[in-house]
């Protein structure tokens, strides 16, 4: 065929504020993709299946009290513990949109105070590069009206006002930014055109590449 050897799926991340829509769009994008004839998954993070993930969904649920920098260790372990199954989905022709990733274990810790430039550099060195970061952008008192939160740690106006100074902070001229508050169909459109583009790119062989580029 004329499929090139080097082709390959793409790492789509979707990050932002607790409500902002990151859950409805990965699957509206998911089943988009399918329909189209593309190999994809939708995988999340934390990935509350594995050990590691059981010891955060505690901790989220304010089950059990672990240490800021512990906390924060286990986050990107549990990105650790699924990178060579990522890669060899990508290299496989996979694409995954991955709701959350490295960027949210970097935007949460810092939002408690831990330093920035600890968050982001051992622990998440090596993982997998995104090819496409989107931002769903809301406000923090915005996001607070929808359904309400739930009653887990991070589900708290005061904190997500930092988490979105943190966000502020992180993200580069790389990330697409969208409006979050628009009619969710309207979200919808704008990911999928920003997705196809990057599928295609990743489809005629752009070079996979690892965190921080
Ligand atoms: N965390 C961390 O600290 N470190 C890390 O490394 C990682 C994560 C990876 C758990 O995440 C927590 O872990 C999270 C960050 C931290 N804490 N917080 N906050 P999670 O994945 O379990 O929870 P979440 O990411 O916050 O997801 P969520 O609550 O499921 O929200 P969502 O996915 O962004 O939104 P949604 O469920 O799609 O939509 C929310 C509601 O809004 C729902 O009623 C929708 O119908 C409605 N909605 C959606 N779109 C629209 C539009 N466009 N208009 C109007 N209404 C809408």
């Known amino acids: 065929g004329s499929k090139k050897s080097d082709s390959r799926g793409a790492l789509i991340v979707l990050e932002g504020l607790d409500r ?34 059981k ?16 906390i924060h260790l286990l986050f990107s372990a549990n ?10 989905k990508l290299r496989s022709g996979t694409t995954l949109i ?8 970097v935007a949460f810790s810092s939002a408690k105070g831990l330093d920035m430039e600890w968050c982001k550099v ?12 989107v931002y769903l952008e809301i406000s923090p008192e915005q996001a607070a009206e929808r359904g309400g939160y739930g009653g887990e740690r ?10 979105a100074e943190s966000y502020k902070t992180l993200r580069d001229a790389t990330w697409k930014i969208i409006d979050a508050t628009l009619p969710i169909e ?13 599928v295609l790119t990743c489809g005629e062989g752009k070079p996979l590449s690892e965190l921080w580029p």
């Open 20 to 53: 902002c829509g990151k859950t409805s769009q990965c699957s509206r994008l998911l089943s988009s993709l399918e329909k189209s004839g593309h190999a994809v998954e939708s995988w999340r993070f934390p990935d509350r299946n594995t050990g590691v993930g």
């Open 55 to 70: 010891m955060i969904s505690s901790y989220l649920a304010n089950d059990s009290h672990l240490d800021d920098r512990a």
């Open 79 to 88: 990105r650790w513990e699924k990178r060579s199954l990522m890669e060899s």
């Open 98 to 105: 991955v709701d959350r990733y490295s960027f949210s274990g």
């Open 122 to 133: 051992a622990p998440e060195i090596g993982l997998l590069a995104p090819d496409l970061v």
């Open 154 to 163: 991070y589900e708290k106006l005061e904190f997500q006002k930092r988490v």
């Open 186 to 198: 309207d979200v919808e459109k704008q990911l999928r055109e920003i997705v196809m583009e990057c």
